[in-house]
């Protein structure tokens, strides 16, 4: 399959080239489905990618629900951008406020790979066995109304192992998962419109 011009023009590598099979099994994940672009400016980006043919994208800056970086609670304002390339969700993540966790990863960059997303529910589990193997919980954050609607996402730092953070996303309905595909995709086609 030829890679989207998209992820040619950013850099970025097939999922199956970054979270192989074997690293997979090993852990019980998911395939990845996003990718985790931290940069500069996330319009200039979106803008860029929408050109290739990628999106649209639904862009936004909002509160960090619940972040604790590295066991301590930070108050964090987020700017991103969502959107996809086929299947592939691409996610582009600005700098932020309250945390360096993105605008670190830059390194004089313009953009650089962040990290890969998995969407996987109940990840409690996986967490332990990802823990227990060195790859330490370095965010977690999220919102839940009880035990029945929510979502959470972790990042581990799996750095040395694929090249950038892995993120599990766990976005639920009674222990159902939720697919953000259509609610992102409406919301980016309105954007464009009302942008266009």
Request: proline fraction near 5%.
């Amino acid at each position: 399959m030829v890679p989207h011009r998209t992820l040619t023009t950013f850099s970025l590598p097939r999922f199956d080239d970054i979270l192989d099979e074997p690293f997979r099994e090993r852990f019980g994940l998911n395939r990845a489905r996003q990718y985790g672009v931290a940069c500069r400016d996330v319009r200039a980006e979106f803008q860029a990618a929408e050109k290739l043919g990628a999106g649209p994208f639904f862009a936004a800056s909002i509160p960090a629900p619940n972040w604790i970086e590295h066991g301590e609670r930070r108050r964090c304002r987020l700017e991103f951008a969502l959107g996809y390339i086929d299947e592939a969700q691409l996610e582009f993540l600005g700098p932020g406020h309250g945390t360096g966790f993105y605008s670190d990863a830059l390194q004089g960059r313009e953009r650089v790979l962040h990290h890969v997303g998995v969407f996987q529910n109940n990840a409690s589990e996986l967490e332990k066995r990802l823990n227990r193997a060195g790859f330490d919980t370095v965010v977690d954050g999220g919102v839940s109304l009880g035990n029945s609607v929510g979502f959470r996402f972790k990042y581990f730092d799996t750095r040395r192992a694929i090249g950038c953070y892995l993120e599990l996303l766990d976005f639920y309905f009674f222990d159902r998962p939720i697919s953000l595909e259509k609610p992102v995709k409406l919301l980016a086609g309105l954007r464009k419109r009302m942008a266009g």
